[in-house]
């Protein structure tokens, strides 16, 4: 019996009012961001007594049309007659130090220029793919996708995937009993790890990337940049001309079987996922995946008539561990805010 569900659900849709898993007091409306390599998704949150959520006010900024992170917060804020005392960003990439590092912004960020910048008192940072994973506990599985595995998952971690303008991973750990104490959150940079490859073709596929890089991580494959990437190395491996530039393009013609070399790239997109995620999972002992980035949510037929879950399970004898591991598809919408703005109140309850 196919266990995938059939036709796919609808996008999860965060309500205006979201139950908070911690918390006995109310907050004073803030500002809480999500901001990836090409959109800035920014709300005024407010956590009343009680744990409830309300997103007050949303936006979604393109990036790449203002100067810093800095202006994007301010321009919310005087938008929307936004407090600035409290701010939260959830952003792709690692904070070392007051410096960001990341390959996908379109500009650098600082933590304390970003704070003096736009008048920020109590500024914080955190991973993206750290807040999407804080925001687990808010989704309801009938508004989901399964893509294998069973109904049911067991207690342990839960993995969060996101293949988007770059590749964001976390590990959610199971929430102590304790009282007050936030949930725990792994983030990882498992984009940068080096792509791992399993048959003919995509070992010629990677031998054709490394003519390019010497270091080539699963992000360069598995992202919007890196399906332009392995469509154009394909089209080298096969002699003809690229006729595609963009992710969007590429997918498109997949999906209609236009372009041989798109409908390939596709279905190596979606193999290499299944087996990274199977990777991950065995790697962290995950009880449940989540797919949660920007493509998975748009190529969803597609990716649920793959060799996805082929791909999954292909662990050797740990592949029946995995055969009780089910894999999820969410789509993205507002998680990385909500996930943001509770992670902070869970850090700072009662302001």
């Not at 993995?159 to 590990?171: D, E, I, K, N, R």
Request: aromatic fraction near 6%.
């Amino acid at each position: 019996m196919n266990p995938r569900r059939q036709p796919p659900n609808p996008p999860i849709v965060i309500p205006a009012s979201t139950e908070h898993p911690v918390g006995q007091h109310g907050s004073q409306p803030f500002i809480a961001a999500d901001v990836g390599g090409t959109h800035a998704r920014l709300g005024l949150v407010h956590v009343r007594p009680g744990g409830k959520v309300d997103v007050l006010a949303y936006h979604r900024y393109v990036c790449a049309e203002f100067p810093s992170l800095a202006a994007i917060v301010d321009d919310f804020a005087k938008t929307h007659g936004a407090d600035r005392t409290h701010v939260v960003v959830a952003i792709a990439g690692r904070l070392e130090g007051d410096n960001l590092i990341n390959a996908n912004l379109q500009w650098p960020v600082s933590v304390e220029r970003t704070r003096r910048e736009a008048g920020i008192a109590h500024f914080a940072l955190l991973n993206d793919f750290e807040a999407v994973a804080c925001a687990m506990p808010y989704i309801d599985v009938d508004a989901m996708t399964r893509v294998c595995g069973p109904l049911q998952a067991g207690e342990g971690p839960a993995l969060v995937l996101g293949p988007g303008t770059g590749f964001g991973a976390s590990l959610c750990l199971p929430r102590t009993l304790t009282q007050g104490v936030p949930l725990r959150v792994l983030a990882s940079e498992a984009g940068h790890a080096a792509l791992a490859v399993g048959s003919p073709r995509e070992m010629a596929l990677l031998a054709r990337l490394l003519q390019r890089w010497p270091h080539v991580d699963n992000e360069r494959v598995l992202s919007g940049p890196g399906l332009v990437n392995t469509y154009v190395a394909l089209c080298e491996l096969d002699g003809v001309v690229p006729k595609l530039d963009s992710p969007e393009a590429i997918a498109t013609a997949a999906q209609t079987g236009i372009d041989a070399q798109a409908l390939e790239s596709l279905q190596l997109f979606c193999s290499l996922l299944g087996s990274l995620a199977g990777d991950l999972a065995v790697t962290f002992g995950a009880d449940a995946v989540y797919l949660a980035g920007g493509i998975p949510a748009q190529i969803r037929p597609f990716l649920l008539e793959s060799d996805f879950a082929q791909r999954f399970l292909n662990k050797g004898v740990l592949g029946e561990v995995l055969a009780r591991v089910p894999v999820w598809l969410v789509d993205h919408g507002q998680l990385g805010l909500v996930g943001a703005a509770a992670w902070y109140y869970e850090r700072h309850s009662g302001f």
